[in-house]
């Protein structure tokens, strides 16, 4: 990669940080080259988990990992490779049924902050959550800032990319999953029964919920806000959202629920 041509293709298939590397690396990511400025400590580690999984690591200059990285934050350290590597929702459905448990689906419409989809991601990791849908467009994708956002998290929990969100939504549903959106119209959250199969949907940063997708909810989700300002940030409302969907089975077993 020795032109400008060859870093830009290469930003738009990076992850970038030691931590986000080395996850990628021991879940078995599929990474082409390792560059490296440095030896020692977690870079040290890299440098043998890349070795025996037979991946080519390249010593390089701090300038060409920036340019390699887009400007994000790379800590010595970027992996070239695919990190936008999509599961399939029939991916995610097979989750709970092979885990014995009631589908737990977190659904981002139009999340397009990457910022805000990778702490989605990692939050979901975090909870247990079978997997992420996002929509193909109006949506931020499995890039770098997602990768490392995600801490990682992006490795281990499998994220679909449909065309058609609605039409998701309706296989879900076809499959045992209550689907449940977040507005401040609905009725309080931990007043809500959320032990059955549940897909919670997380509206855009700037408008919610879309309208198409609003009406395909079964139920309306809100959190209770006391001060002058009447909305989160979309990634902060999520994890307490998927908290609760992890709270209320912990104290059930998981129990019935709203099974259909």
Same mark, same amino acid.
């Given at each position: 990669?020795?032109?400008? %041509?060859?870093?830009?293709?290469?930003?738009?298939?990076?992850?970038?940080?030691?931590?986000?590397?080395?996850?990628?690396? $021991?879940?078995?990511?599929?990474?082409?080259?390792?560059?490296?400025?440095?030896? !020692?400590?977690?870079?040290?580690?890299? +440098? +043998?988990?890349? $070795?025996?999984?037979?991946?080519?690591? %390249?010593?390089?200059?701090?300038?060409?990992?920036?340019?390699?990285?887009?400007?994000?934050?790379?800590?010595?350290?970027?992996?070239?490779? *695919?990190?936008?590597?999509?599961?399939?929702?029939?991916?995610?459905?097979?989750?709970?049924?092979?885990?014995?448990? $009631?589908?737990?689906?977190?659904?981002?419409?139009?999340?397009?902050?990457?910022?805000?989809? @990778?702490?989605?991601?990692?939050?979901?990791?975090?909870?247990?959550?079978?997997?992420?849908?996002?929509?193909?467009?109006? /949506?931020?994708?499995?890039?770098?800032?997602?990768?490392?956002? /995600?801490?990682?998290?992006?490795?281990?929990?499998?994220?679909? +990319?449909?065309?058609?969100?609605?039409?998701?939504?309706?296989?879900?549903?076809?499959?045992?999953?209550?689907?449940? !959106?977040?507005?401040?119209?609905?009725?309080?959250?931990? $007043?809500?029964?959320?032990? &059955? @199969?549940? !897909?919670?949907?997380?509206?855009?940063?700037?408008?919610?919920? *879309?309208?198409?997708?609003?009406?395909?909810?079964?139920?309306?989700? %809100?959190?209770?806000?006391? &001060?002058?300002?009447?909305?989160?940030?979309?990634?902060?409302?999520?994890?307490?959202?998927?908290?609760?969907?992890?709270?209320?089975?912990?104290?059930?077993?998981?129990?019935? @629920?709203?099974?259909?």
């Amino acid at each position: 990669m020795d032109n400008k %041509k060859d870093f830009q293709e290469a930003a738009d298939n990076v992850i970038c940080g030691r931590n986000p590397v080395t996850e990628a690396l $021991k879940s078995g990511a599929n990474i082409d080259t390792i560059y490296i400025c440095g030896n !020692g400590g977690s870079l040290g580690l890299i +440098r +043998r988990l890349a $070795k025996d999984s037979g991946i080519v690591v %390249k010593d390089a200059q701090e300038k060409k990992l920036s340019q390699l990285a887009g400007g994000a934050s790379h800590q010595g350290v970027v992996a070239v490779g *695919s990190c936008a590597e999509y599961a399939s929702l029939e991916d995610i459905l097979a989750v709970s049924q092979n885990k014995g448990t $009631k589908p737990f689906i977190i659904i981002c419409d139009e999340i397009e902050d990457p910022h805000n989809l @990778g702490a989605i991601i990692r939050t979901a990791e975090t909870v247990g959550a079978d997997g992420v849908i996002i929509p193909k467009r109006r /949506s931020a994708s499995l890039n770098a800032t997602v990768f490392k956002t /995600s801490a990682g998290a992006a490795s281990y929990v499998p994220v679909a +990319r449909v065309s058609n969100l609605a039409a998701a939504i309706d296989t879900l549903k076809e499959n045992g999953v209550w689907i449940y !959106g977040t507005d401040a119209s609905g009725s309080e959250y931990t $007043k809500t029964d959320l032990t &059955g @199969g549940c !897909g919670l949907v997380i509206g855009s940063e700037g408008f919610g919920i *879309s309208r198409l997708i609003r009406e395909k909810c079964d139920f309306m989700l %809100k959190l209770p806000m006391l &001060g002058r300002i009447n909305s989160l940030n979309a990634s902060v409302a999520a994890g307490i959202f998927m908290y609760e969907v992890l709270r209320q089975r912990s104290l059930t077993g998981e129990g019935d @629920g709203n099974a259909r």
